[in-house]
Nanobody, 112 residues
Framework: VQLVESGGGLVQPGGSLRLSCVAS????????MSWFRQAPGKERELVAS????????NYADSVKGRFTISRDNAKKTVYLQMNSLKPEDTGVYYC??????WGQGTQVTVSS
């Protein structure tokens, strides 16, 4: 079972990034998927989650209206579209399956 994130990088405030998380060797379509992030010196926090069919999504208050979580079960991929990025969005972003499996993380840095 493996989750691999990509799409992180350095972006200016107000910019956008799209993160992807590709799953392998498990039945992706049966699990709720989530994105977490961890800023330096802070605890890991839940950013967004999406139900196995994609019909139910939840967001942290700090990202509502700016971030969108989606999934493509045929591609075994979950996405996080991040718009209007702020410096406080900086951190390592992880995807997580409902089964408890974590990806290795991808760094997002928002800075001018």
């Amino acid at each position: 079972v493996q989750l691999v994130e990509s799409g992180g990088g350095l972006v200016q405030p107000g910019g956008s990034l799209r993160l992807s998380c590709v799953a392998s060797r498990f039945t992706f379509r049966t699990y709720t998927m989530s994105w977490f992030r961890q800023a330096p010196g802070k605890e890991r926090e839940l950013v967004a989650s999406i139900s196995n069919g994609g019909g139910i999504t939840n967001y942290a208050d700090s990202v509502k209206g700016r971030f969108t979580i989606s999934r493509d079960n045929a591609k075994k991929t979950v996405y996080l579209q991040m718009n209007s990025l702020k410096p406080e969005d900086t951190g390592v972003y992880y995807c997580k399956a409902q089964s408890g499996v974590w990806g290795q993380g991808t760094q997002v840095t928002v800075s001018s």
